[in-house]
């Protein structure tokens, strides 16, 4: 049997894995000897599939940036971020003390979300025109903790904390910023100030308010890019370099300022646990393990939510 080895990079280090995960590495050994029997253990396991489903499964989150209190990440202004209302913004932080840490903010106090904030134990939101709102509960240091917050179209705000509602407040709405935002810094456009002491991972935005429910059920999880609702999502698994790239559709791309400094990160946010690590599927296949020739035809899809440049198509005969 014969594959066309386009597949490249790709298979050799994510399909040989997902093979790993059911069972099917040992009859492959290196993917060059990729076997029919291996082919055969992966369709009797279900791992490949005859649709096109491009819903997430389970990965290790990667790596996760951090910041050391001079540091942040500034990312210009597109549009799609320009929020009033009926938005979310979660993240995994482990901050390391509790002085002030932003999070994230967009120009002149559109939406700055911080941990800690003048003595407060937990996180809070601060808009201009509307000002601070505090969560109750408290927000550890030195480990990590997933943090969310939803503005309504009615300035209902709610604070969550490892998918767990914190406390839920009535406020009113900020306006319109076209700056750009900084992670990790407060105000780009005015004070500039209360950077940020520890990492950070998986940080995204909605272009809605997601329930407890959706919260709960997708903070652990590793999303695929296009996701219905993400306007920007930063994995921060950038190995070096001071690049932040926007794993969602909209490009909010980012720059560290400062140093760059990328870990290995432990966060807990590997998904579903009986998830396999890439989703593979199999279109338009034929198989015969009678055939002495021992000939496949098909195509595979291979969906990886942690790396979308190497999500695809591969033929092979």
């Known amino acids: 049997m014969h594959f066309l080895f386009s597949f490249g990079n790709f298979f050799t280090r994510k399909l ?19 076997s029919f029997l291996a082919l055969n253990c992966l369709l009797l396991s279900g791992s ?13 989150p990667g790596n996760a940036l951090f910041f050391d209190g001079n540091t942040y990440v500034n990312v210009p202004d597109n549009g799609t971020l320009d929020l009033v209302s009926n938005y979310t913004i979660e993240a995994w932080i482990n901050v390391i003390d509790t002085q002030n840490n932003t999070i994230i903010d967009k120009g002149d106090y559109r939406f700055l979300f911080q941990t800690h904030t003048s003595g407060n134990q937990g996180i809070s939101l601060y808009r201009v025109g ?17 943090v969310a917050v939803s503005v309504a179209n009615d300035g209902t705000v709610k604070f969550y904390k490892n998918g767990q509602l ?17 992670i990790g810094r407060q105000s780009p456009d005015t004070c500039a100030c209360n950077l940020a002491n520890g990492s950070f991972d998986e940080l995204r935005i909605w272009d809605s308010v997601r ?20 306007l920007a999502y ?10 932040v790239a926007d794993s969602s559709l909209n490009a909010n791309h980012g720059t560290v300022i400062g140093t760059a400094t990328w870990l290995v990160s432990d966060a807990p946010a590997a998904g579903d646990s009986n998830d396999p690590p890439v989703d593979l599927h199999l279109t338009n296949a034929l198989v015969s393990e009678n055939d002495p020739v021992q000939t496949v035809v098909g195509q595979f899809e291979a969906i990886d939510p942690d790396d979308p440049e190497e999500t695809g198509s591969y033929s092979y005969t």
């Open 16 to 34: 040989s894995r997902a093979m790993d995960w059911y069972g099917c590495f040992g009859l492959t050994g290196l993917f060059s000897r990729f």
């Open 48 to 60: 490949l599939q005859a649709d096109e489903n491009n819903s997430s499964s389970g990965e290790t």
């Open 130 to 146: 509307v000002g601070w709102i505090h969560s109750q509960g408290v927000i550890p240091i030195n480990e990590w903790v997933h």
């Open 166 to 182: 914190l406390s839920s407040h009535q406020a009113g709405l900020g306006g319109v910023d076209n700056s750009e935002i900084n």
């Open 211 to 230: 329930s407890q429910e959706e919260i709960a059920a997708e903070y652990e999880a590793i999303l695929a890019s296009n996701t219905p609702g993400l």
């Open 234 to 243: 930063w994995k921060f698994n950038e190995e070096n370099g001071v690049n």
